[in-house]
């Protein structure tokens, strides 16, 4: 017979909202203040075998992921907020999408390669100077501001 261990009081202590630190590969000079990050979730999704009679599910052959929020403060020179909005107008397909930009527009996103990139999320240990997990998100993209 096996027994569950007792959890230590440090797995029962919640993360702190704003042990976190954020960064984009592409634009590493841009600090984010996070205060809060939804982690995405992960699915499996099952594969389905058919048969005349009922279908049999099996095991999962891909994982789905679900988004990732993270809400932070808007810097004092606005910067990181015109970073991720002039990202979103450059990679948008729609024409009508440039209509409206005035000057918040920047050439810096014209270039190719510009559609994704790769992300860190560091959890913070509580003294907020170690990492306790560090998390790369390959090519992210943002979609909503």
């Known amino acids: ?9 440090d797995l029962l202590t919640p993360l702190n909202g704003n042990n976190f630190s954020f960064g984009i590969q592409k634009v590493p000079e841009v600090s984010w203040n996070v205060q809060k990050v939804q982690i995405p979730s992960v699915r499996l999704e099952p594969t389905t075998q058919s048969s005349p009679y ?4 099996h095991r999962g052959g891909k994982l789905e992921y679900g988004t990732v929020n993270i809400t932070f403060v808007v810097d004092s020179a606005f910067e990181n907020y015109l970073k991720l909005y002039n990202w979103m107008v450059r990679t948008c ?3 009508k999408c440039f209509s409206n930009t005035g000057n918040l527009y920047d050439h810096e996103f014209e270039t190719e390669g510009w559609t994704v990139s790769d992300t860190f999320l560091n959890v913070m240990k509580p003294n ?10 390959l090519d992210m993209q943002p979609f909503s501001l």
Do not use: A, G, R
Request: charged share 20%.
């Open 54 to 57: 009922i279908d049999i599910q």
């Open 93 to 95: 397909d729609n024409s």
């Open 1 to 9: 017979m096996s027994t569950c261990p007792n959890p230590t009081n």
């Open 128 to 137: 907020k100077t170690d990492v306790l997990y560090s998390i790369k998100f």
